[in-house]
């Protein structure tokens, strides 16, 4: 597990170009544990938090709910969770 997120924590510093706090770093790595560094590479999440709207990008979590086209509540939970944690309310 340490090394699997390791690789994520790497990622995520390379794809983030804004100074991010330990929270909200903490926050994109548990999303690209869960989707895939991809997954963040291609979001607006990222494009909007490289912008410098961190709360446009705080808002893209709740987006990614689903699975298979269908709302999964363990998703929407995940997602609940990294978004209070980006935003430090968590």
């Known amino acids: 597990l340490q090394q699997d ?4 924590e790497v990622g995520v510093s390379r794809l983030v170009k804004v100074q991010l706090r330990q929270n909200q770093f903490d926050a994109l ?3 690209s544990y869960n989707l895939g560094l991809g997954s963040l ?4 999440l990222l494009r909007l938090l490289n912008q410098g709207d961190y709360a446009g990008a705080a808002g893209q979590f709740i987006l990614w ?6 709302v999964l509540p ?5 997602r609940a969770a990294e978004q209070a944690l980006f935003k430090g309310a968590a």
């Open 5 to 8: 997120l390791a690789k994520f």
């Open 29 to 31: 790595v548990s999303f």
């Open 41 to 44: 590479q291609n979001s607006t």
């Open 65 to 70: 709910d689903k699975a298979g086209g269908k």
């Open 74 to 78: 363990g998703l929407q939970r995940r």
